[in-house]
């Protein structure tokens, strides 16, 4: 039936370990910032690691079950790129950014920490995607930085072709 189809959600995605260096608990303290401005998009993280019973608890408890996701590593990761419109990488470091890369050859813009090498090897900040600058408050920064692409559409359309032409010219 027509009406029973789900309205297609806007995809914030992010895969990596569940472990601390990868600091999801930011992005998913960003989210709940921007999530009551943004009720058409969702977090999808994509990962296993020892934190997932803690992260779970953590969006359990801010209301954001039917909102942010936490699944396992999947066989068929392009079909996540594929849906995703925005790729968060909210890691404290990387030594180099695998899954940055192979989001960018999707040509989804890229939002990561300025101060996070690995990451700030491959996002050049206003061109292909947005590094988010060292701050006091990194949740806040990302959040921002959220939504700077969440509120743009051709912004975002803009940066994901750069990320694409220069993960190929790599």
């Not at 969006?59 to 999947?74: A, E, H, Q, V, Y």
């Not at 692409?149 to 993960?167: P, T, W």
Request: with cysteine; charged share 30%.
């Amino acid at each position: 039936k027509e009406n029973d189809k789900k309205p297609r959600r806007n995809i914030i995605l992010s895969v990596g370990r569940l472990e601390e260096e990868k600091d999801h608990l930011t992005l998913i303290n960003s989210f709940e910032i921007i999530s009551k401005l943004y009720k058409d998009w969702d977090l999808h993280i994509i990962g296993e690691g020892k934190l997932k019973n803690k992260l779970n608890n953590k969006i359990n408890s801010l209301g954001l079950i039917d909102r942010i996701s936490i699944k396992g590593f999947t066989r068929d990761i392009g079909s996540k790129y594929r849906e995703a419109k925005i790729f968060a990488i909210p890691s404290k470091y990387e030594a180099f950014g695998l899954v940055t890369a192979e989001a960018m050859s999707f040509g989804i813009p890229c939002i990561g920490f300025a101060d996070c090498p690995g990451t700030n090897e491959l996002i050049t900040n206003g061109e292909n995607g947005l590094l988010v600058k060292k701050s006091k408050n990194r949740t806040l920064s990302l959040a921002e930085a959220l939504e700077r692409l969440i509120s743009d559409e051709q912004y975002r359309i803009c940066l994901g072709r750069a990320a694409r032409e220069k993960i190929n010219k790599i």
